[in-house]
């Protein structure tokens, strides 16, 4: 094509219109001021098309840029490389994980726009919804340990048929991600297990903020507000720490947690597969050894303060706080009935008998058992019930071996003073 048969048809047209525009000014009929409003551009845009259309007539004022290919223009064999990549390798990646990996594995260096652009325009990508609407962004707490977010999401992560909840406790000040594991279910224990650690790594914080699961809160009517005054084994637990709980009562209150999660589930069962991980075990220690760090440099952010919240918690009985607590009576023979197990109490020396008095049964996070009668730890004892006896080093004898931690306890998540007169 030669002439003006390279233009579009609708580029014709915008021609023609600007040229009487043009000449309707140029006979004096509206002003060279009404002509640039009339065509929507600037006086000196249009003084330059004047230039133009005094010097080449009509031509002047076409767009010659529609004849000429951009010098951004992307080679082809890139183009087919990207989807390529794509297709074959990342087919399961999310836009923004898949630009990361070009740009690190295989030096392309294209926008994120074009990127995104490419691969909706192929088919390989839906194109996103709408967006819902406005909402204000919460501000975040100035300082790390001021509040902590809990929560669990129920995934493949593993890419098969098996679901699995990842728990994970991030900072609300900066996103940091102190603690992310996968689990049979999240629960008490697996719970329990994510803040002991946190706890022992970091210190002591200030709030945790969760939704209203019921390891977390009793909530009397369903969908209602939960009862403060009723603790479940968490609640009393970080009582006893002295950490306040906050519940959300919706989605779009646990924001910050919630978009986590959709990263989460964007890039995390991805990495598993091309890392070749297929069982819970070596997804953990993928988890602890690599991820967390890798994920924390990416997302992690500054925090609007310096310093940190977090202290140390040192005297504390961790062990002790964070078990299951039973409330039993001592049997005429010293036996503590617990979960169908008979549980003797030897004898002590600073009292004849404890026949009659108020026990607390602790299950510790490893399975085993301990009686205890105010400060005094009156046994301990194997999930089985069988006393255990530690050596003057300090190790048990006769204990059993603790299960992993992604194997979930199922226990009751009813609060501790209730739970004596159901057994």
């Known amino acids: 094509m030669t002439g003006m048969d390279a233009y579009p048809r609708a580029a014709v047209e915008r021609a023609m219109k600007v040229q009487e525009v043009m000449l309707r000014a140029m006979a004096r009929k509206i002003s060279w001021f009404q002509a ?8 000196r845009h249009l003084r330059r098309w004047r230039e133009r259309y ?3 007539g009509f031509e002047g004022v076409l767009d010659r840029r529609r004849c000429r290919p951009s010098e951004k223009r992307v080679p082809l064999a890139t183009v087919e490389r990207v989807l390529g990549l794509y297709g074959d390798q990342y087919y399961d990646f999310n836009v923004r994980h898949f630009h990361e990996k070009l740009r690190e594995e295989h030096g392309i260096t294209l926008s994120y726009t074009w990127v995104k652009a490419a691969l909706q325009g192929a088919g390989l990508v839906a194109k996103g919804r709408k967006r819902g609407v406005h909402r204000k962004r919460r501000v975040r707490r100035p300082l790390p340990g001021m509040l902590l977010h809990i929560d669990g999401s129920r995934h493949r992560w593993l890419g098969d048929e098996r679901w699995y909840d990842l728990i994970v406790v991030l900072d609300d000040a900066t996103s940091e991600i102190y603690y992310a594991q996968l689990v049979e279910e999240e629960s008490t224990v697996t719970v329990m297990a994510a803040l002991r650690e ?3 790594r970091k210190g002591l914080f200030c709030a945790l903020y969760s939704d209203r699961g019921s390891h977390f809160w009793l909530t009397p009517k369903a969908g209602g507000k939960v009862d403060p005054h009723r603790l479940t084994q968490v609640g009393r637990a970080l009582r006893d720490l002295g950490v306040q709980m906050i519940p959300a009562y919706s989605p779009q209150a646990r924001g910050r947690s ?8 964007g890039r995390l069962p991805q990495e598993l597969r091309l890392h070749g991980i297929t069982t819970v075990e070596a997804a953990n220690a993928f988890l602890r050894e690599l991820y967390v760090a890798e994920f924390n440099q990416r997302f992690q952010v500054p925090a609007a303060q310096r310093g940190t919240a977090f202290t140390r918690c040192a005297g504390r009985d961790l062990d002790r706080v964070f078990s299951l607590q039973f409330e039993r009576t001592v049997n005429r023979d010293n036996t503590v009935t617990w979960q169908n197990l008979t549980l003797q109490i030897e004898r002590v020396s600073w009292r004849g008998t404890l026949a009659g008095c108020n026990v607390t049964v602790q299950q510790h996070l490893d399975r085993t058992l301990s009686i205890r009668y105010g400060p005094h730890r009156l046994g301990h004892y194997t999930n089985q019930g069988e006393p255990i006896t530690h050596t003057s080093a300090g190790q048990a004898v006769g204990k059993t071996a603790a299960s992993p931690p992604w194997k979930t306890l199922r226990v009751s998540h009813s609060p501790t003073a209730s739970a004596a007169a159901g057994d």
Do not use: C, M, P, S
């Open 258 to 265: 919630e978009r986590n999660f959709g990263t989460w589930q």
């Open 54 to 56: 005094e010097q080449f």
């Open 198 to 200: 946190v706890i022992e």
């Open 36 to 43: 640039a409003e009339i065509l929507g551009i600037t006086d």
